[in-house]
């Protein structure tokens, strides 16, 4: 690797799914509840992804990071935007690949579509012998969810997040 090229670390799902249970049903106080602007579900599932990877990207505009309610990258709120970032990251901090829903693991991210546009994001928690809408389990925010059956929304699509690794 060249010298500008960051350290690629192993993503800790462990660490991010037992995250994500503990505070699926509360809040965590060290951050603030976007429940009322907008939704809760992104910033949840950017609480759980930096759980396992312990590393935020400062980069002002089009990193991921969470100082407080009002200094804040886009991406850490925005299901759009975090979307961008996973997908598009080669810095600081997690990076994922598209994947197809049996490829899924605990630990990923689904974000719902709905009208061509990504309205939800999904922490997922838990699956099932064979990864399908019935056996994956997600955790969320917004509107509180532990082990949800990804089955049991309403939506047009869903892309899914493979978490490949964190740069460091």
Not at 121 to 137: C, R
Request: glycine share 6%; aromatic share 14%; with cysteine.
């Amino acid at each position: 690797m060249g010298d500008n090229m960051p350290n690629i670390i192993e993503y800790n799902r462990r660490k991010a799914v037992a995250y994500s249970d503990k505070w699926a049903l509360s809040r965590n106080p060290a951050y603030y509840d976007f429940s009322e602007l907008g939704g809760d579900c992104t910033n949840f599932v950017s609480q759980c992804l930096y759980a396992g990877s312990g590393v935020m990207n400062y980069s002002r505009d089009l990193g991921w990071y969470y100082i407080n309610a009002n200094d804040r990258a886009p991406a850490w709120t925005s299901a759009r935007y975090l979307n961008r970032f996973l997908l598009t990251n080669k810095k600081k901090a997690v990076f994922a690949s598209e994947a197809e829903l049996s490829e899924i693991m605990p630990g990923d991210v689904i974000q719902l579509v709905s009208g061509g546009r990504i309205y939800h994001s999904l922490f997922v928690a838990d699956i099932g012998s064979m990864p399908s809408e019935e056996s994956i389990f997600v955790n969320a925010h917004t509107f509180n969810a532990y082990h949800r059956p990804l089955s049991s929304y309403s939506f047009d699509s869903a892309v899914c997040l493979h978490i490949e690794g964190v740069y460091n």
